[in-house]
């Protein structure tokens, strides 16, 4: 009984880690350039605060992910262990809202604001920061149910000490 408790814990804690690590290895990478009237453009993740915090979110909840996945299940700081899986989710939760908000503009523009958009100049860039959105999303997805895992197991061994 007790494995069929840590192997979900750690196929998620394994698949939040893959999507993580991939979201911000392909943003940091993801990078293109254009002329445009004899004048050189070069887009890449660092023109934008959103990019550089969707990729420093990701490397964060890698970090975690990396030293949380051999953590052993019979730990005490399970507690602990949820509070910061909580935080992990809504830093993820907001970088990709963010980049998302910002990817939307790049590839659509704004008329209203008079922002073009840029998908059409820069397009290695755009393919490599929508693979990074998509990483980003499967690892807020895992981290969600990660949580509702976490309390889900919290709510059963609260229950079960009453009974």
């Known amino acids: 009984m007790a494995m069929a408790k840590i192997i979900p814990t750690f196929l998620l804690r394994l698949i939040a880690l893959g999507a993580t690590i991939s979201a911000t290895a392909v943003m940091v990478t ?3 350039s254009t002329t445009v009237l004899n004048l050189k453009f070069v887009a890449k993740y660092t ?3 959103t990019f550089k915090y969707f990729a420093l979110t990701n490397a964060i909840a ?3 992910g990396l030293t949380t996945i051999f953590l052993p299940s019979k730990t005490s700081l399970w507690r ?3 509070v910061l899986d909580l935080v992990i989710l809504c830093l993820l ?3 990709i809202s963010a980049a998302l908000a910002i990817g939307y503009v790049g590839k659509k523009g704004n008329t209203q604001a008079g922002w073009l958009p840029i998908c059409g100049q820069v397009p290695k860039f755009c393919d490599h920061a929508n693979a990074a959105l998509i990483c980003g999303f499967v690892g807020t997805i895992v981290y969600f149910l990660l949580v509702l895992y976490s309390l889900h197991s919290a709510v059963n061994l609260l229950t079960a000490g009453k009974a």
């Open 30 to 32: 993801s990078h293109d």
């Open 47 to 49: 023109n934008s605060p």
């Open 62 to 64: 890698s970090g975690y």
């Open 80 to 82: 602990l262990l949820l």
């Open 93 to 95: 939760d907001s970088s």
